[in-house]
């Protein structure tokens, strides 16, 4: 189905950095960050994307997309998925040629987004404050080509972490991220857990905030 270029979304910012996390760590990325999210998790650092923004239509979105001159593109927020225009968004850069990811919480279903595009997936761990938002049919939807991530704060976090490691069989449905909360949990003790337990994850730092501490805008 096409996309409607004409479909409306608020946009907290659009600009070109560095992936800081996933597989395409590292990569030059242009990232879209959309407005509002329904979820207020306990160590979230984009709480300024819950609102503002600028009314945008998907047509001047992949305008200013295309003027930074970058074939990776992450839709991020918030959570994009709130905002239904957000799947006309996704589908347009996929048709665009971009390689495309989407970074959502896993509160909502994600079963109606472009196939092309990959997939960043959240389970919210307790100390988070909204593991009970998680919406666990999303597993039946990811493939290999999509990622799941669980961002821990604590020994107890962790120890839930590796309980749904184990019991979904996570590591069988696309590959899985272990992420430390900057500030929360030492990366090095985390690191340590994960060689200890010969777990199946990637062990992944915020390569943003090694780089540029916690500014926005990158």
């Not at 503002?52 to 992450?74: F, N, W, Y």
């Not at 971009?98 to 092309?116: K, W």
């Not at 985390?190 to 501490?213: I, M, N, S």
Request: charge should be negative; glycine fraction near 8%.
């Amino acid at each position: 189905m096409a996309a409607n270029l004409s479909a409306k979304l608020r946009i907290t910012e659009i600009f070109h950095s560095i992936q800081g996390e996933s597989s395409r760590v590292g990569l030059p990325t242009v990232f879209v960050r959309l407005t509002g999210c329904p979820l207020r998790c306990d160590w979230c650092d984009t709480a300024y994307a819950f609102s503002g923004g600028e009314i945008t239509q998907v047509a001047e979105i992949l305008e200013r997309v295309r003027g930074l001159d970058c074939a990776t593109v992450c839709v991020t927020g918030g959570e994009p998925l709130a905002q239904p225009g957000c799947l006309d968004l996704l589908t347009a850069l996929c048709d665009a040629g971009y390689s495309v990811s989407l970074e959502t919480s896993g509160a909502l279903d994600i079963g109606e987004v472009d196939p092309r595009v990959s997939r960043i997936m959240d389970i919210k761990a307790p100390d988070s404050g909204e593991a009970e938002r998680n919406f666990w049919a999303n597993l039946e939807r990811l493939n290999a080509r999509d990622e799941l991530k669980l961002v821990l704060s604590s020994s107890a976090d962790y120890d839930w972490a590796v309980a749904q490691l184990r019991e979904r069989r996570l590591e069988r449905i696309c590959p899985v991220l272990f992420s430390p909360v900057q500030g929360r949990l030492d990366p090095a003790q985390l690191a340590e857990w994960v060689l200890r337990d010969r777990l199946p994850v990637r062990f992944q730092l915020q390569l943003h905030k090694v780089l540029w501490g916690n500014s926005q805008g990158r």
